[in-house]
């Protein structure tokens, strides 16, 4: 007596669902795949990089400089400024030499590329200007394409590699100067996309 008032007290519980392949699934209830959320987090971060509010990040100066103590720092950052500027003219001037172009170049190099870095330097403590590496490379530039095109080289037949002055100093220093606009854009770019944190990444 007792089972049958237990049979008849019992509740059967049918479920009746459609099986599901993986697209049809994602297709009906909008899931999207690990991939597809991995991707897009990146899209957004990229996108988020090049925001106006990020890239007004990359003039450093505009972060340090409300920090800056002038009453305590600012002489003595100017004598060491003049300390590291007085140095730069020797040097400055043999390495503008030693890209064949006149000494005075060097000078120039230093003088811009030390105005620029105020505003985009990440370090207190750094020197920028010429140095030997990239002096040799725009020489071993300059050499191999003046051997590439002579006629525009040397369009006076008297005039050699030596020249300080006309046609010949000129196809140098449109050499230099689109080598360095270049590797400027080239720089740019990386910075934009943040590649300088490859340089501290741990394998």
Request: proline share 3%; net charge neutral.
């Amino acid at each position: 007596m007792d089972e049958n008032e237990n049979w008849t007290n019992r509740r059967i519980v049918s479920i009746n669902r459609p099986a599901y392949t993986q697209k049809e699934f994602d297709s009906n209830f909008g899931n999207k795949s690990e991939s597809d959320t991995k991707n897009g987090s990146k899209i957004r971060q990229i996108l988020g990089k090049l925001s106006p509010i990020n890239l007004l990040g990359t003039f450093t100066i505009l972060s340090f400089i409300s920090e800056y103590n002038f009453k305590k720092n600012l002489i003595t950052d100017v004598l060491s400024g003049l300390t590291v500027g007085v140095m730069h003219i020797p040097s400055s001037l043999a390495y503008g030499a030693l890209t064949s172009l006149n000494p005075v170049h060097g000078l120039y190099t230093s003088f811009f590329a030390g105005i620029t870095y105020i505003f985009f330097g990440t370090s207190k403590h750094l020197s920028v200007g010429t140095f030997a590496v990239t002096s040799l490379i725009v020489y071993s530039t300059i050499t191999r394409l003046e051997a590439e095109y002579p006629e525009l080289a040397f369009p006076n037949s008297f005039e050699n590699s030596t020249s300080t002055e006309g046609p010949s100093m000129e196809f140098k220093i449109k050499i230099a100067t689109g080598l360095a606009f270049w590797c400027g854009v080239i720089q740019v770019i990386f910075s934009l996309l943040k590649f300088g944190s490859i340089s501290v990444m741990k394998i």
